[in-house]
T-cell receptor, first 110, second 118 residues
């Protein structure tokens, strides 16, 4: 079982819709969870972090964490074509090692 | 520096040659990571340095790979006797550990070094 799992996609949504990206992790002791966005040919950049169960909102982005289910998600409201990228889920598994999922490719069509 | 700097940005080498990839982290960042990203794949953890602690080398794929960090700043990733499967983008990231109460590291990535082994 992979430490961090994501559906590779692509996830296709029309402009203005809500995009929902999901991630599961295997280490129940994980404490910190991150979403990075990676445009094609570019390096990953942090867009959200979450540490407590529940929702965390930042502009059009909402991160959701459920530690009991070992599940973290990212919602993007009012999706824009510029949101088209690969979204990487990352989990701090202890000893400060940050483990990434393989990423979900999001395509937002005009 | 203002960001994480990596060199070279592109490296083409012949199978069997050794290569060195360099990372200059953000000034003051105590944590430094190396990841590898093959075409269309996620980030594969290689090695992690934190201050003066012993590095976490658990992700290095073979003994052909090694890394060092001199003076708690610049890091060099060395790949000996390169193989075609080593072709990938090698990403370096640094972090300031003190940023969050949990101690979690929020990473800033460099632009990467693209390695092609012929």
């Amino acid at each position: 079982q992979k430490e961090v799992e994501q559906n590779s996609g692509p996830l296709s949504v029309p402009e203005g819709a809500i995009a929902s990206l999901n991630c599961t992790y295997s280490d129940r002791g994980s404490q910190s969870f991150f979403w990075y966005r990676q445009y094609s040919g570019k390096s990953p950049e942090l867009i959200m972090s979450i540490y407590s169960n529940g929702d965390k909102e930042d502009g059009r982005f909402t991160a959701q964490l459920n530690k009991a289910s070992q599940y973290v998600s990212l919602l993007i409201r009012d999706s824009q074509p510029s949101d088209s990228a690969t979204y990487l889920c990352a989990v701090n598994t202890g000893f400060q090692k940050l483990v990434f999922g393989t990423g979900t490719r999001l395509l937002v069509s005009p | 520096g203002a960001g994480v700097s990596q060199s070279p940005s592109n490296k083409v080498t012949e199978k069997g040659k050794d290569v060195e990839l360099r990372c200059d982290p953000i000034s003051g960042h105590t944590a430094l990571y190396w990841y590898r990203q093959s075409l269309g794949q996620g980030l594969e953890f290689l090695i992690y340095f934190q201050g003066n602690s012993a590095p976490d080398k658990s992700g290095l794929p073979s003994d052909r790979f090694s890394a060092e960090r001199t003076g708690g700043s610049v890091s060099t990733l060395t790949i000996q006797r390169t193989q075609q499967e080593d072709s990938a983008v090698y990403l370096c990231a640094s972090s300031s550990r003190d940023r969050f109460p949990s101690g979690a590291n929020v990473l800033t990535f460099g632009a990467g070094s693209r390695l092609t082994v012929l």
